[in-house]
């Protein structure tokens, strides 16, 4: 399994290694599995919401195409969509529209990044705010840690059923500040509770990978 660090973000190739290779019995040919050398990549999250508002998108020529089909064309090999445990004041972010949005990127070819942002809502710099459905166990990190481990493990299982598995997973987003609080960020960083949850997250991750590539 390949890792990744991104400005402080924790990125999760779920692959097999480099030297994997598959043999097509057919032709006898060797398909080779290394992920691209290179990532240029985009955040269409916001696609399918503001197509369903009436928005037209169109590439450098001004015809009209499918956005994903544009951002291929233009040589865009990964899209990154974000995912929201409980987003109830909106219709997108959710599970079944990251289902949509990574389907119409496979579609085009392309690799997917699928950003968990551990909340309903924006998680960022400044927000960081445990989801609704966890915050009973807020101060109880060995619960929360296998809510945030079993979350992460079904929407991957889910994912890979539906022949949608991802092939990077984000652990969190923008997570300068310490996971899943309440209300006003917390200061300094506890360490032990953040790791200890991070690292669940990842353990699932690398789970779901494994069980792939036994496959």
Known sequence: MRFLTILGLFLFVISCSPSDTKENSGSGNVINNEPPSFYYGADLSYVNEMEDCG?????????????????????????????WNNPTWTNYSNYEDVKKTISRAKAEGMSVLLDFHYSDTWADPSNQEIPSAWASELNNTVTLGDLLYDYTYEILNDLAKANLLPEIVQV??????????????????????????????????RDISAKKIKK
Not at 60 to 83: H, M, T, W
Not at 173 to 202: C, F, H, T, V
Request: net charge positive; aromatic share 10%; no cysteine.
């Open 55 to 83: 928005a037209v998108y169109k590439d450098l020529s001004g015809i009209s195409k499918d956005p994903y089909k544009i951002f291929k064309e233009a040589g865009a090999n990964l899209v990154r969509v974000r995912l």
């Open 172 to 205: 969190g987003n923008e997570i300068n500040p310490m996971i899943l609080q309440q209300g006003a960020l917390q200061w300094p960083i506890d360490w032990e509770r953040n790791s200890y949850l991070i690292n669940k997250g990842i353990k699932a991750v």
